[in-house]
């Protein structure tokens, strides 16, 4: 999340609807500057900060050249003693509409036996692989973490998007995947959002609070009912 700009007011107001990563069992915000989510009471809650600028280089053609800025957050999420507890991660971009209990039934059927070493396809274009929504096992993340050095050398990584680094990254390690194209309702992909109404895991893009709202309205009526009560034990 870039701290200046519009997402930054989607993220806080993903958190006051516990929406978003904010339904998961265990979320975080990465940021280029020390910024609050939700100033409390009962407690303040704070993005955490990536020592890295998050303006990407513009590339080629639809890329844009944003891999080393990923490898950070990539190295934040290893760092955090919570990714060891938890058999899946999901990398959301701000301005995506995403509802993680649809996710769930999708992963039911992906993947039955919870140590699964595995990621999901997501999209019909190019290399099936759009970075609004990434889905990844830990142990697909852990092989990645052991092999991310031999990709660098072996890869011509540098004029790619993040999202193909990590495609042809995990590929390049054997890491299994499964296509689900019911996962993101995406132009790039195929697949027009707005409306909200086919049964996706994520909408992408919605850059405006309203719009974001109004979307998340019609996919799932239920999540815009009430504001959440933020309480840490």
């Known amino acids: 999340m870039r701290a200046h700009g519009p997402e930054l007011s989607l993220v806080r107001m993903q958190l006051s609807k516990g929406a978003s990563i904010f339904a998961c069992e265990d979320w975080a915000v990465y940021s280029d500057k020390q910024v609050w989510l939700s100033p409390g009471p009962p407690v303040r ?3 955490t900060v990536l020592n890295t600028s998050l303006v990407a280089r513009t590339g080629v053609v639809e ?4 891999v080393e800025i990923f490898m950070t957050a990539f190295e934040q999420v290893h760092r955090d003693a919570r990714f060891k507890l938890h058999d899946f991660i999901v990398k959301v971009d701000p301005d995506a509409v ?16 919870r140590d699964s070493t595995l990621y999901l396809t997501n999209c019909k274009a190019s290399f099936e692989f759009y970075g609004a929504l990434e889905v990844f096992s830990r142990k697909a993340l852990e092989t990645y973490f052991k092999g ?3 990709c660098k050398e072996n890869l011509p990584w540098k004029e790619w998007g993040e999202d193909m680094w990590m495609r042809k990254c995990l590929d390049f390690l ?22 909200c109404t086919s049964g996706a895991v994520a909408f992408h893009p919605f850059k405006a609070p309203e719009t974001y709202m109004h979307c ?10 009430v504001d959440t009560e933020i309480v840490v034990n």
């Open 148 to 150: 991310q050095s031999t």
């Open 63 to 66: 890329h844009i050249l944003n």
């Open 98 to 113: 995403f509802i993680p209990y649809r996710l769930k039934s999708h992963l039911t059927l992906a993947a039955p036996e």
């Open 216 to 225: 998340l309205m019609q996919a799932d009526p239920q999540a815009t009912k």
């Open 174 to 195: 054997k890491v299994p995947h499964m296509d689900d194209f019911g996962l993101l309702s995406d132009a790039y992909c195929g697949a027009e959002p707005s409306p």
């Open 45 to 47: 809650l704070d993005a």
